[in-house]
């Protein structure tokens, strides 16, 4: 764990002390599990189960907050048997699918969400025509039901294609009314008017929270910092925690704190129970 700068240090050390009204929020992809080529092998850390509910009672409520389908984060990540965990210890485990559009709680267990927007099935019509064009045919298509992700991991030159397909898939999103969330060699299209800002900014208000931690590791996170940043404004124990990558690094200079990768999330979260069993032992 490496802290930004003194202000970092002690942005922990404030959310420690309100720890029982915090909130941990957690990305999925790149933060509690590592990058893989094939999105559907893309599973949590081995130890982030039971660090998460080893965390859970000295804690407002976990949420894994992802671009992921809700029921696609769950079976990944095993979050159901996660949720029976934590719902048990008297606290609750929040997931918020596609950029929150997508509900899904320990205590209520069912998917809440909207029905696919109307531009999508028109995007998708169009889109081989836009990736032959851009040399980029073979970039995997995954539909997600609410937004489509064209990923380039697999082609010879992942970060070309990806530049190459950014400009024109955001003039086919644009024709049809909807938006895109550029990522790790990945280009969500979605429809606008959601994004994890709005998750943080919900869940401190439904839960009253006085503290918030954000843990992400690409652009598709950048809202949930910004978002966290204002918390901070206002006086909440706010901080933002970049699970950095060789492969992305726009969060690093916004980010209190630094780790490495899902291993280095999972140790931070393991050192802040510990830290705030301290503090709750010292009074």
Known sequence: ??????????????????????????????????????????????????????????????????????????????????????????????????????????RHRRIIGPRPPRGLATFERDLPRTLRLADASDAYVEDKGLAVAVHTRRLPDPQGAFERLLPPLRALAGRHGMVIEPGRNVIEVRSPGAH?????????????????????????????????????KQGLAALRVCSASQEQSALLPLADVVVKGPAGVVGLLRQLRLDIMQSAAQG
């Open 196 to 232: 994890k800002g709005m998750v943080v900014e919900r869940l401190v208000a439904e839960l009253d929270a006085r503290g918030f931690l954000f843990a992400g590791d690409d652009l598709g996170d950048l809202e949930a910092f910004e978002a966290v940043a204002d918390l901070a």
């Open 1 to 106: 764990m490496q802290f930004s700068s003194l202000e970092g240090e002690h942005r922990y050390s404030d959310l420690v002390r309100v720890a029982d009204r915090t909130v941990v929020g957690l990305d999925f992809d790149g933060t509690l599990s590592p990058i893989v080529d094939d999105p559907a092998r893309a599973h949590i850390h081995p130890d982030a189960a039971e660090v998460l509910v080893q965390l859970a009672p000295h804690v407002a409520a976990i949420a894994v907050i992802t671009g992921r389908p809700a029921r696609q984060a769950l079976d990944l990540g095993g979050l159901e048997e996660v949720g029976d965990a934590i719902q048990a210890a008297g606290r609750e485990l929040y997931l918020f699918g596609q950029y929150g559009n997508e509900r899904w709680t320990s």
